[in-house]
C-alpha cells in the first residue's frame, strides 16, 4: 500500500483540500505528521479535515503548535509567547469566527486577563471534540525501515528514548546528525531553511523533510512512498503543480 504524508498545514485549509484530491489519496493511505493549526487562516477547518480523515482510517501524529495550542488553553503557556510569537492568534481567532463571534488581536488579550480566560473557556467549552482529538495523538509511527515524526529524533537513539520535547522541536542536530538505519520522514524545519527551497528535501543521511512552508508563502508538499520509491507533488497559493 502507498503512503501519503503531508505536515506543517498550519490552516491552510484550501490547500490541503487541493492537495488530497490531487494525489487522489485514500484515508488509509494518508499520514499526517502535525502542525494543524496556527498562522493560517482556518485551524479549525484543517482540524475538522485532518480528524475526520482518522475516523475513516488515516494517521495523524502530534506537532509542537498542536502542543502549544494545548499548553495555552490548559494555561502553561502564556498568550504572548503562543499567540504573538507562533500565530496561536489565528488559531484563536479560527475559533471565534466558526461560533460567530468577532476577531480579537493580542493586544486586547495582553491587557486584559479576564478576556483572555473568557475566552480560553469558550474554547475548551465549544470545541472539546477538536482538543480531545489533538490530546490523542502520537508522537511518532514506526512503519518497517520507515520512521514518521514532527521534528525529528535524537540522532544517538531511537524515537523510543526520543524525549517528547526532541520529538516536537529537534532541528539542525537532527536533520544534519542523524546515522541511523531507518529512513525519517519529519517537518518542523522548512525545506527553504534547509536547502534554500519549499520542495522537499531528501537528506543523505535517510532523512527527508517535507515542511514547503505553506502558510509562509511556500507550498503544502506530499511525500508519496509506493513499493518502496519516494515522489512528490505539492499545492502553492491555490495554484497546483507537479514537482
Given at each position: ?13 484550501v ?22 493549526v ?65 476577531k ?24 472539546h ?10 508522537l ?41 538505519p ?28 517535507i ?33
Amino acid at each position: 500500500m502507498r503512503r501519503i504524508a503531508i505536515s506543517d498545514i498550519h490552516g491552510c485549509a484550501v490547500e490541503l483540500d487541493q492537495l488530497l484530491k490531487k494525489t487522489n489519496a485514500q484515508p488509509e493511505e494518508v499520514i499526517f505528521i502535525g502542525d494543524y493549526v496556527d498562522s493560517g487562516p482556518d485551524s479549525i477547518e484543517v482540524l475538522d479535515k485532518v480528524a475526520e480523515w482518522c475516523r475513516e482510517g488515516a494517521t495523524a501524529l502530534l506537532g509542537n503548535h498542536d502542543d502549544l495550542f494545548l499548553q495555552w488553553l490548559d494555561e502553561k503557556e502564556n498568550i504572548l509567547y503562543y499567540g504573538g510569537r507562533n500565530g496561536g492568534m489565528a488559531t484563536i481567532n479560527s475559533c471565534l469566527l466558526r461560533l460567530g463571534m468577532e476577531k480579537v488581536a493580542i493586544s486586547q488579550l495582553l491587557s486584559d486577563v479576564f478576556k483572555e480566560n473568557q475566552i480560553r473557556k469558550i474554547i475548551q467549552d465549544r470545541f472539546h471534540a477538536h482538543i480531545s482529538f489533538l490530546q490523542s495523538l502520537p508522537l511518532y509511527k514506526r512503519e518497517s525501515e520507515l520512521i514518521y515524526v514532527h521534528a525529528g529524533i535524537n540522532p544517538r537513539h531511537g524515537p523510543e528514548k526520543t524525549t517528547k520535547l526532541e520529538l516536537l522541536h529537534l532541528r539542525d542536530e537532527f536533520i544534519h546528525g542523524y546515522n541511523q538505519p531507518e529512513t525519517v520522514i519529519f517537518g518542523h524545519t522548512r525545506t527553504r531553511n534547509i536547502h534554500n527551497q519549499d520542495s522537499v528535501y531528501f537528506g543523505s543521511n535517510r532523512v527527508i523533510g517535507i515542511d514547503g512552508g505553506c502558510a509562509f508563502g511556500g507550498q503544502l508538499n506530499a511525500l508519496i512512498i509506493d513499493n518502496g520509491e519516494f515522489r512528490t507533488t505539492s499545492v502553492v497559493k491555490n495554484e497546483l503543480y507537479h514537482s
